[in-house]
């Protein structure tokens, strides 16, 4: 019996609200599934692992070297590696912004509310003379509250703190900054709020070497803000940055009141907005010189649910039986010729390839592996062998059956079983990674059971024992989350949880995305996108309102490339279907997502395996962990010695230390690095107490 399963999706006022949460996940209920079989099928289940997918070898590792011998620490010589935030309170738009952009780096930062404490010494400086920050973050350059009350900082602290800048050679950043006083020769033009409508704001050619990462042409969208420009003089020391229209809204002054740095931004923003994603990287970097712990780079993962299965198509008829689709063998090499016209077409992208989370039970043990298969007893699985690398593959489960209460037997024999059968065809599948039939079985599920009623988060805590149990002595170390469930959701950016019931299973959560479970064709896709009765029968209406759920979600997603954020987005298999020649919603969506992400970065989309991306997520957990200890690493200007000693065993990412080739040694080692764009990127492996040396790279 073929397996069909069957998705609710929400329609009409609910979609809507939906995009502003990032999606619902459809409740996917599984109809019918294929029996385990006998003969060679019953002696798939006992057979070996399959062939496991190559982890890609070190390229680059960070350059460790000796402790410096102890001495004096001269003033100015050593500053930490955090970061300093000063704002008015804790209502201060701009803190929250700080905020964001510091937590997605990773970077330690302390904050300063001049409303509740003064600018002094001892706040600044440790009792041996090293600078507690390497970059000071203002809200604003006046430090005033939204209302333009004054908060209360002294001159005799302002002169505080820019001293602590000109002895320790530390860079000052402003938000919000109106044209300051001390550099009369930058004329403010005019103030004015900006609306939901966007103003261009454009970079100058100083603008790009500081935003490198950014598209040299890119016109940056700022609305919701409030705008001061300005009017350089002929000479004036001031090297604009950021233009709207002949005025500049952003600049650096080099040679700041003898000797300090300051770049100002002349408008206001707020937290995860497109202008402090775009934007925010960049001027963090500049403050420290591009030294500091933690890092960014930009992410593309998509998984393709339910290969192999055959699965509802369309909307749910009110009579009769519910249309079913599967992927045909064809339809699989049309979509790898459209991944890799999606490569041609956005190089940006590298190597792209989708992950096709799949379910073995139809997968045909005498299927030959090829890409013409006259007379294959399932062209899909012969297709799939012809293109095995094509993509990814990611165990789902044999048969798709929900697991909430599931018993330790099917537990082990649904996971242990796919993976035999990919064995015995040569599909090459990681053993650490298991992603669940509709993340079932990790504490989400309807109060009613066997209703259709909408999954309830009861909270990891209500997940199913005998399911983690079965997946850890199956030697699964990672399983799919869910990031539309607040309890799979991670307490710290691009990290894992420690699943409470299994502490040897971390959860990595996905992003779901409302490219309809059931839609195979823009017609279905609108239909279970809106209500379906306010969409127009005429062809092109259709087309048109299709492409707005595209552009709809691609800017969704976007918002995910452009904070760093590492999790893969979930599609499924009917949206694989080649509805017309070279044309599928899988990569109508990419395309749509591409195009934007094109126009405003420069920097490549990292596209790994998922044993890579899982490993990630689990060191920045561990290097999230380490920050929490509050130990510095201290970075000597003199010598360009970075030390850290660690609290714990663990990870730590660091940005701007030099960096090596890779021998065949350090494979097996605990460190790695990578250039991405212009930044070495180094993550340490950490051994509690024993003190680690790199050298600065500063920018």
Known sequence: MRSTALTLQPRGPLVLLALVVVGIVPLLITLGVAAPGTGRQAAMARSAAPPQPPVPAKQLV??????????????????????????????????AAWRSVLDRIGTPYDVLLTREDPIDRDALVRDDGTGRYNAILLSNNTLTDASGSSSGV???????????ERTHRVRQVSLDAASPDTLPCLRAESEEPVGERPVDVRLTAEGRKIFDYLAPDAVLPLSESYVYRSRPEAGCRAEPLLTLGTSVVGYVDPGADAGREELNVGFSVG????????????????????????????????????WFLATQRGPTPESGPVPSYRVTGPE??????????????????????????????????????????????????????????????????LTHPQMKATPYERDYDEINDNLARAAAVGL????TVLKTPEYSGLGVYADRPDTLDAPVDHGLEASNKDLLRAASDLGVDYVHGNMDFPSHRPS???????????????????????????????????????DLATVPEDGPAVRADYRRTIDEQADVALEHLMSGSVYSHT????????????????????????????????????????????????????????????????????????????????????TGVETRPATDADQRGPDEAERYGSDDVSRLGLTEGETVTLTARPR
Not at 71 to 94: I, M, S
Request: hydrophobic share 40%; with cysteine; charged share 25%.
């Open 62 to 95: 960070p350059v460790r070297g000796d402790a410096p011998p102890d001495g004096p620490v001269r003033p100015g010589e050593q500053v930490a590696l955090r970061q300093l935030v000063v704002a008015t309170d804790e209502k201060d738009v701009g803190l």
């Open 271 to 306: 937290p995860d907005e497109t202008m402090s994603n775009l934007l925010g990287f960049g001027l963090v970097r500049w403050a420290t010189r591009g030294v500091f712990l933690g890092e960014q780079r930009h992410w593309l993962n998509v998984d393709v649910d339910d």
């Open 154 to 164: 002294s001159r005799a602290e302002w002169d505080r703190l820019w001293e602590y």
């Open 428 to 431: 090459p599948v990681p053993t």
């Open 492 to 530: 710290c950016f691009n990290c894992g949880i420690r699943h409470p019931l299994q502490r040897d299973v971390m959860v990595v959560p996905d992003w779901p995305t409302m490219v309809a479970f059931q839609a195979t064709d823009p017609a279905e896709q609108v239909a279970l996108y809106r």
């Open 332 to 397: 699989a090499l049309a979509l790898s010729r459209e991944q890799r016209a999606f490569r041609a077409r956005y190089p940006l992208v590298g190597d792209f390839r989708l992950n096709l989370a799949y379910n073995g039970s139809l997968l045909h043990p005498d299927a030959p592996a090829t890409c013409d298969p006259d007379g294959s007893p399932d062209a899909l699985t012969s297709y799939s062998l012809c293109l095995k690398d094509e993509f990814r593959w990611i165990n789902h489960t």
């Open 571 to 654: 599609l499924h298999q009917g949206n694989v279907r080649a509805y017309e020649s070279g044309r599928s919603l899988t990569f109508d969506w990419l395309d749509a997502l591409l195009a934007r992400y094109s126009r405003y970065y420069d920097v490549p989309l990292r596209n790994v395996d998922w044993v890579t991306l899982a490993a990630y997520v689990d060191h920045r957990t561990r290097h999230f962990a380490e920050l929490d200890h509050h130990e510095d690493a201290v970075w000597n200007r003199v010598t360009g010695a970075v030390t850290y000693t660690p609290r714990g065993d663990g990870s730590l990412f660091v």
